[in-house]
């Protein structure tokens, strides 16, 4: 028998209109925004793949338990509904909400790092090494060295290289080991999954040498799919239970709300730890707001608990994951560079091989993402050497391996129409990628400067 259409688990309700712009209105405007597409206004932007976050559909449901939000200032009842469903998904034993995922890793860093001490991560994520370097921690790339290439497949590129991890332990000694920060789907590596056998030698190595293990668990739903596409052993259990057992094997973790929660703002800290609780409700009322909503309304708690519930159905998370591969079997099929395997979130175009004739001091990530919402209004990310930034100590440019552009795939906001329009401009670009010159920085904020960096073209080609 043929394999069958798998369609979209749900039907819309509500739709959204989309504005339609001109090539001369997208020029102006890439000009106006500094060749950033982060400083573009959306009203100008077609299909906007810029970010995951926060940008998701939600639910009827979701909507209708708003109604119920309750407003208190402290104990409200939807903080204890949201605790009832972290608790019943993730299996910490505290719950400390925030307006953002950054907020969890601001309090997280201040309570675990002294000044000198290590963070290994596997690669990093922008807020949470800035909140790490912040308050002196080191940060630590214990990724496997395949997740640096983007031509190389394999099932969990997100995997710790516990070789690197032991070296480092046995140079510095454990006690200078602040935590291992570890994400489940490691957005700057392209989405790519952990596997469960490693996070078991993780949690083998923290356990031997006292060493706590704090996920970022903004992303790890998406991991348990491909655990469960991927692992042996795995194939038969239900994305909630092979949530909850990666769950098991941390201390805690940070997460944030706007991506695989299915809300539009929100964050939480969640331990075992009683002591990191405790300081965690000391400190999130100096930054957020009460330990019971954490910078968030009651009405954000109930869809963020709602949100939970849905991020775990196993058809969601397939559809959600098989749209993300739809858009990147295309791109492969015209044999437009992409990183590989294609990951959970996102397909990732590769700039160093899309734009050979562009020197990495020239930015091709950020000029092939400028060129693409000229050629159609699409509007993606860099992730490269501007979002890299610099070396705290020499004040150089980071050089990362990997010079990407994401185009982000929020969830069930578009239909695999959208994503034919987005993978027709990246084709014709590439067919055309000659004509694409570099660009020039003008303008550089201190920190996280991807946000606000403005450039100029080298010579005007995109006109
Ligand atoms: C988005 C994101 C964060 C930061 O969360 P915010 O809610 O944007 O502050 C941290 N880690 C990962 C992996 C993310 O994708």
Redesign the pocket.
């Known amino acids: 028998m043929k394999t069958r259409t798998i369609a979209e688990p749900y039907k819309i309700k509500m739709v959204e209109s989309l504005k339609t712009t001109t090539r001369e209105q997208r020029l102006a405007a890439i000009k106006e925004a500094g060749y950033n597409t982060f400083l573009l206004k959306s009203d100008d932007v077609y299909i906007d793949l810029l970010t995951d976050?926060g940008t998701t559909a939600m639910s009827d449901v979701q909507w209708s338990k708003m109604m119920i939000g309750d407003e208190s200032y402290a104990g409200a009842r939807s903080f204890y509904t949201l605790e009832a469903a972290m608790h019943e998904i993730y299996g910490f034993k505290h719950l400390i909400p925030t307006h953002?995922?950054?907020?969890a890793?601001h309090l997280t860093s201040l309570i675990r790092i002294q000044p000198g001490q290590y963070v290994p991560m596997n690669m990093y994520?922008t807020?949470?090494r800035a909140h790490v370097e912040r308050v002196g921690g080191i940060f630590f790339d214990c990724i496997i060295d395949e997740a640096k290439d983007t031509k190389v497949i394999h099932p969990f590129k997100g995997n710790v290289d516990m070789a690197k991890l032991q070296k480092l332990v046995d140079e510095v000694g454990p006690e200078q080991i602040a935590y291992l920060n570890i994400?489940p789907c490691v957005?700057m590596a392209g989405g790519q999954p952990v596997s469960m056998a490693n996070m078991r030698e993780v949690r083998a190595f923290a356990d031997k040498y006292g060493i706590a293990v704090i996920y970022?668990a903004?992303?790890a739903v998406e991991n348990a799919y491909f655990i469960q596409q991927r692992e042996a052993g795995y194939q038969d259990k239900t994305i909630k239970e092979i949530f909850r057992e990666l769950m098991s094997l941390a201390d805690g973790c940070?997460v944030?709300?706007?991506?695989d929660n299915l809300v539009n703002i929100g964050?939480f800290l969640a331990t075992n730890d009683d002591g990191f609780a405790r300081r965690a409700k000391e400190l999130v009322v100096v930054f957020e707001g009460m330990p019971t909503y954490g910078g968030l309304a009651g009405r954000d708690l109930e869809a963020l608990a709602q949100g939970m519930r849905e991020m775990v159905e196993d058809a969601y998370i397939a559809s959600r994951v098989r749209q993300v591969e739809y858009l990147g079997q295309k791109l492969i099929d015209a044999g437009v560079p992409i990183m590989l395997p294609i990951g959970g979130h996102a397909v990732f175009l590769d700039a160093t091989n899309f734009l050979p004739h562009i020197p990495q001091d020239n930015f091709p990530a950020q000029t092939l993402a400028a060129a693409l919402y000229v050629d159609s209004g699409v509007r993606a990310m860099e992730r490269g050497m501007v979002s890299a930034g610099r070396d705290p100590k020499t004040g150089e440019n980071n050089r990362p391996k990997l010079e990407l552009v994401r185009l982000t795939i929020p969830r069930r906001v578009y239909t695999n129409l959208h994503m034919d329009v987005v993978a027709e401009s990246c084709i014709e670009l590439y067919e055309n990628r000659h004509k694409i010159k570099g660009l020039t920085m003008t303008y550089e904020p201190d920190s996280l400067r991807f946000f606000q960096a403005r450039f100029e073209e080298l010579e005007p080609a995109m006109a």
Do not use: L, V
Not at 100 to 103: H, L
Not at 256 to 259: M, P, T
């Open positions: 976050s953002q995922g950054r907020a890793e994520f807020t949470t994400a957005n970022d903004t992303r940070t944030s709300s706007k991506k964050g």
